[in-house]
């Protein structure tokens, strides 16, 4: 059985639901590591995911770790903070191991930060891929016609249920639980032809501005087509794209609207891979976010 303490030089660290933590000390934790989580963000997460944080003696929040469960056998992982005092001290392992026990019978999917790879590494993850953090001030698109055939308009609510089939066929998971959340924070794009949806892009307040994310789509000119409205929408102010598409068409527009790769995380799973990008119609240009894929 894990013991929900954890000794730290000469004190203990407690074990407690991410529900029960202060959201304002939730917000200095990110911020600790350079994270640019807002405590609107945190409080999205909470709503969408389970999780836990490590307190100490007084009742500081020092260490955090959430998981996403998306139908009966997979979940995501992520917000797994540990400052390097705790890390130093294998506070992330004993973290994580509480996680995993959370989300037994369960395969993974996480986004590793380069300090955190090695952690993943030694719990048996496996590396899939890298995922290009793209951010910046956006800059006014270049024109984009709609593919020949297509034509794009605002995400309206009767397009919900097209959009969950589109994204659980590009992930492999149901997640109309997040996907509901998003679409009320979100200003939405779709794709489509002949009337239906063929892809799909949602945009919304995160961090230091706005985030693009999740994009849905079968290639990459639907990909920009979808995305140009939201990015034409935002030009001037911060925006950011978390991408795994690092060549092709829907990479090289990514840079021509002012946003370069800021860093990089790594794709990786334990159990069953995340669907691969590259052998699914349609596919995942962009993620919602590092922590729900």
């Keep these: 059985m894990l013991d929900d303490t954890f000794l730290l030089d000469a004190f203990t660290v407690q074990l407690r639901e991410i529900m ?3 959201l304002d000390a939730l917000h200095v934790l990110s911020l600790s590591v350079g ?15 389970q999780g836990v944080v490590a307190l100490d003696p007084i009742g500081r929040v020092c260490g955090s770790a959430m998981w996403f469960p998306f139908g009966d056998d997979f979940a995501t992982v992520g917000m797994v903070i540990t400052p390097p005092r705790l890390q130093a001290n294998g506070g992330g392992l004993w973290l994580m191991r509480h996680v995993l026990a959370r989300t037994e019978g369960r395969s993974i999917g996480l986004h590793a ?5 090695r952690l993943y590494l030694s719990l048996g993850f496996v590396d899939e891929r890298i995922v290009h953090q793209c951010q910046g001030e956006a800059m006014m698109p270049p024109d984009v016609a709609p593919p ?7 995400l309206q609510p009767s397009d919900f249920a097209a959009l969950c089939e589109l994204d659980r066929r590009a992930r492999g998971a149901d997640r109309a639980s997040l996907l509901a959340s998003l679409v ?3 200003r939405g794009t779709v794709l489509c032809r002949e009337g239906k949806p063929e892809a799909v892009a949602l945009c919304r307040p ?3 501005g706005f985030v693009v994310g999740p994009v849905i789509a079968a290639t990459d000119e639907d990909a920009i087509a979808a995305v140009r409205p939201l990015v034409a929408a935002h030009a001037g102010t911060f925006l950011r794209i978390d991408t ?3 060549e092709g068409d829907f990479a090289h527009f990514v840079s021509l609207c002012g946003l370069p790769v800021y860093d990089t995380v790594t794709q990786m799973s334990l159990g069953r891979p995340w669907a691969p990008e590259a052998a699914r119609t349609p596919a995942v240009y962009a993620l919602a976010s590092h922590t729900t894929g």
């Design 20 to 22: 029960d933590a202060d």
């Design 35 to 49: 994270w640019p989580h807002r405590p609107e963000d945190w409080q999205f997460l909470r709503e969408v995911g």
């Design 113 to 117: 930060t380069q300090a955190a790879h």
């Design 148 to 154: 020949t055939g297509a034509e794009v308009r605002d």
């Design 184 to 186: 009320t924070r979100s």
């Design 206 to 208: 995160f961090g230091r």
């Design 244 to 246: 795994g598409q690092t």
